[in-house]
């Protein structure tokens, strides 16, 4: 999985601040943590956060790819599915990225108006 900058960051400065383990996150004996379903509920609870699930996580980073102009393939590729319409369920739009798209067709200039009125007059 690629990392952007921010990740990579904030990788490296929780690399600074850990002591000796190599995973980022350890099981209580400093080795590879095979189960996070408890320490994920922990933190849920500790942060005061209700009906959200670590699958939700994978949910979101396909939105905000998609909302970000990401086109579906990649989205498909970086969460690694075979098939396009499993991508599809998790690639919602919020209601007001859908509402600025709409808003858009209100965004052209003159000039593209004019070269759309022509092609419409040389059929």
Known sequence: MPLNDEALKTLQ????????TEWV???SDGERM???????????VSA????????????HFASRLVMKGVDLNTV???????????TLR????SPEHK???VARLCDSD????ELAMEAVAQR
Do not use: N
């Open 110 to 113: 003159e000039h593209e108006v």
């Open 25 to 27: 996150f350890a099981g």
């Open 48 to 59: 005061a956060i209700t009906d959200f699930r670590w699958h939700d996580l994978r949910h």
């Open 13 to 20: 400065q929780w690399r600074s601040d850990t002591e000796s």
């Open 99 to 101: 509402a600025d798209a």
């Open 76 to 86: 498909r590729e970086l969460l690694g599915h075979s098939d396009l319409s499993i």
């Open 34 to 44: 095979l189960a996070v379903k408890t320490s994920w509920t922990g933190v849920l």
């Open 90 to 93: 998790y690639a919602h739009l």
